[in-house]
T-cell receptor
């Protein structure tokens, strides 16, 4: 069964709306969670790394005020896309790791901004 | 700058035969490598991994080979099955300690296994 749960799986909303995506580790404590973005036929691009209880580390070119990440507990991280615009439409995937387990991924969120 | 490269965007193999997916990397600090399988509209699923202290790791139909001197790894699937049709991502990490840390991904190879 799934070890990382990501919700929602699909979001369609109007331009200017803020969207929150949740990522939960189901049966292990995720000391670190990662947020990726994937464009069609492209690799997974890391957006940010978040450690429980501390501020996220963003990759170069990723706007931290645009993509707000909160990792308040060892089982939950959230990504909020603020004031989303059509160019933010993409497939967002989270992953979580803890101990010596390889990263497990959520099923992703398809975000479509109209 | 792509530090992990999968130069074949697609591979087509007949059912029952061997599928060989290739991956090259440029960063000599990478010491842990993973293969993920991804279906459309789903997140990647971990398949198999290998540490740099090994040159081969096997799990059922899946075997990963690592050639550190060539900075090359490959995933062998034998026998291939239609259900193996998916995008396969190669990933690498250079973080040690209690977690694997950041993963660097290739662009993926679409494997199609036909009957």
């Amino acid at each position: 069964g799934a070890v990382v749960s990501q919700h929602p799986s699909r979001v369609i909303c109007k331009s200017g709306t803020s969207v929150k995506i949740e990522c939960r580790s189901l049966d292990f404590q995720a000391t670190t969670m990662f947020w990726y973005r994937q464009f069609p036929k492209q690799s997974l691009m890391l957006m940010a790394t978040s450690n429980e209880g501390s501020k996220a580390t963003y990759e170069q070119g990723v706007e931290k005020d645009k993509f707000l990440i909160n990792h308040a507990s060892l089982t939950l991280s959230t990504l909020t896309v603020t004031s989303a615009h059509p160019e933010d439409s993409s497939f967002y995937i989270c992953s979580a790791e803890g101990g010596m387990q390889p990263q497990h991924f959520g099923d992703g969120t398809r975000l479509s901004i109209l | 700058d792509q530090q992990v490269k999968q130069n074949s965007p697609s591979l087509s193999v007949q059912e029952g035969r061997i599928s060989i997916l290739n991956c090259d990397y440029t960063n000599s600090m990478f010491d842990y490598f993973l293969w993920y399988k991804k279906y459309p509209a789903e997140g990647p699923t971990f398949l198999i991994s290998i540490s740099s202290i090994k040159d081969k790791n096997e799990d059922g139909r899946f075997t990963v080979f690592l050639n550190k001197s060539a900075k090359h790894l490959s995933l062998h699937i034998v026998p291939s099955q239609p259900g193996d049709s998916a995008v396969y991502f190669c990933a690498a990490s250079s973080d040690r300690g209690s977690t694997l840390g950041r993963l660097y991904f290739g662009r993926g190879t679409q494997l199609t296994v036909w009957p």
